[in-house]
């Protein structure tokens, strides 16, 4: 709709293809690889979100995000949230949450 050059990053086969058919470019590969098959400056804007607690190496990633865009977007669960506290008590993970 804002004519948007995008492109997503998925490890999750299952989840690659789900994009792929809605129309979403993505590549299917481990953020902890790091980002080496993407361009210096490639992108105005790189988006994490909610996976930052998933990975093993979240400052590596962090440059990586910066090396491939000019900005950086980071989005985490607000675990101050009283939703989000029960769910890491009762399940032991880390929160989803819909936003």
């Known amino acids: 709709e ?5 492109q997503g990053i998925e490890l999750n ?3 690659v293809v789900e994009s792929i058919g809605k129309g979403v470019p993505v590549i299917q590969s481990d953020l902890d690889e790091g980002l080496a098959e993407i361009p210096d400056q490639a ?3 790189a988006v994490l979100s909610q ?3 998933q990975v093993l190496r979240p400052r ?3 440059t990586q995000m910066l090396r491939v ?3 950086a977007i980071v989005v985490v669960p607000n675990f101050g949230h009283w939703r989000v506290r ?5 399940q032991g993970r ?4 819909n936003r």
């Open 13 to 15: 086969h299952k989840h």
């Open 51 to 53: 996976t930052l607690q």
């Open 86 to 90: 029960v769910q890491l008590l009762l």
């Open 69 to 71: 865009a000019r900005q």
């Open 43 to 45: 992108f105005d804007i």
């Open 60 to 62: 590596e990633l962090l």
């Open 94 to 97: 880390a929160p989803v949450t």
């Open 2 to 6: 804002l004519h948007c050059s995008i």
